[in-house]
């Protein structure tokens, strides 16, 4: 799951408006953000190489270390800890613990496999991305529409007031990964395109997940937030 994640921690933020909206975030993408960190040390080299080539069905990684299942209790102990540290709140390290158990369960339907420590080990996923593409994003798409109708009816219920061009900007979001999901689900942009072979050493596969990533991350962070509370008036 890409984009879905994140709708976690738009309800974090939500129960907990004090607390940055950017560390819910980042800890809804944790275990994404960590594959991007092993592929570049070398311990989860993730191929296709170039970004033209790849769809959803072919990317091929193994995430030993960032999704795994073993691994898990690692960061989920970390996570704990660093936000008892943080925000000083046994709520707040629970609710960003649960969103951790969150993306690795949202995988689990819709996402790339992952074993419980290694290839070799029992599956921990029904890796519907290599077999099942579409599957894989209607699940998301149907998660997502659930968990942003529950924080858009929870906003108006707490009389936070929000334009229709924020919450359609904050859709988009989410649309777009949906449709950009949808459009490689089996197809390379080289053969939607038919994009001649090249390599201008910008259109390498990684470096454009953490670029689509980080303007996600971005734009949420700056969007969310622009609301009206009647309340407070």
Known sequence: ????????????????????????????????LMWFVFHYLG??????????????????????????LLPQAIWI????????????????????????????????????????FGEDSFKAGLGLYATAPYIAILIELI????TLSYFFKVDSRKG???????????????????????VIANHSFREILNIPDFDLGFNTNMPTLILTYTAMIACLNWLVPKYKNNNEI
Do not use: C, W
């Open 1 to 32: 799951m890409m984009s879905g994640h994140f709708t976690a921690a738009l309800i974090a933020h939500q129960r907990f408006p004090k607390t940055s909206l950017l560390y819910f975030l980042v800890i809804s993408q944790l275990q994404d």
């Open 77 to 116: 102990a970390l996570i704990y800890i660093i936000s008892r540290v943080l925000f000083k709140s046994n709520k707040i390290a629970l609710i960003s613990v649960a969103i951790l158990i969150s993306h690795f369960t949202l995988d689990f339907f819709s996402g790339h496999m992952h074993h419980f």
């Open 43 to 68: 311990l989860e080299p993730t191929k296709p190489n170039d970004a033209f080539d790849a769809t959803l069905s072919n990317m091929k990684v193994n995430m030993l270390y960032s999704h795994d």
């Open 143 to 146: 998660f997502i529409l659930i």
């Open 160 to 182: 936070n007031e929000r334009t229709l061009s924020n919450k359609t900007a904050i859709v988009s979001i989410f649309a777009y990964g949906i449709i950009f999901m949808s």
